[in-house]
């Protein structure tokens, strides 16, 4: 229910209505389309043991001494989810704009192989209401908006998100 529906419930109108609407809303926080798409900030992912992709979409080839491996992988001390990009279950990350909600973390790729992880509770209300849309995380239980990196985009949001690393060998991906 919107908060249009309940106030037309509760049985304001017109003026009262309005009024009320109005009082309690700043311009940032009106509900966004979830498919706009808006500038991304500039992330780096690592796609397989010499590659990574940054937030603008360019591709580098990484030294060996940087490459990601299984290896390194397992070495991750405090992690929070490991998910198998192998499995058809999780077929949701390997698309761009694909997100996937596994253990209270919602987990995206944001751009072409950048992946970006963020707890699903929303700060403004301790409600497990927060997806990705493409561009940035939104609670769709009241509309918090944040950004990639967990800063708040509008009043709902100015608590920030907590957001996770994450590391990947292209079959494996680990958020700690």
């Known amino acids: 229910m919107t ?14 209505l309005m009024a009320l609407l109005t009082s309690c809303v700043n311009k940032e926080d ?3 389309d979830a498919l706009t798409i808006a500038p991304v900030p500039e992330t780096v992912a690592i796609i397989d043991t010499a590659t990574a992709i940054t937030g603008t979409g360019t591709t580098v080839k ?5 490459a990601i491996t299984t290896e390194v992988l397992n070495k991750i001390t405090s992690v929070k989810l490991k998910i198998d990009l192998t499995s058809s ?9 694909g997100y996937l909600i596994q253990s209270g973390i919602v987990v995206a790729q944001s751009t072409s192989g950048v992946l970006v992880a963020a707890t699903q509770t929303c700060t403004h209300e301790p409600k497990k ?27 709902f949001g100015k608590n920030g998100l907590t957001i996770y690393k994450v590391a990947t060998d292209g079959n494996t991906v680990v958020i700690y």
Not at 3 to 16: E, I, V
Not at 89 to 97: F, I
């Open 30 to 32: 009106t509900v966004i």
């Open 3 to 16: 908060r249009l529906d309940f106030l037309k419930s509760m049985g304001f109108k017109g003026p009262a």
């Open 89 to 97: 279950s999780n077929a949701a990350l390997l698309k761009v704009g």
């Open 62 to 66: 990484l030294p060996s001494s940087l």
């Open 129 to 155: 209401g927060i997806i990705f849309n493409k561009t940035e995380f939104y609670c769709t239980q009241h509309g918090a908006r944040f950004s990639l990196t967990g800063a708040g985009l509008n009043t």
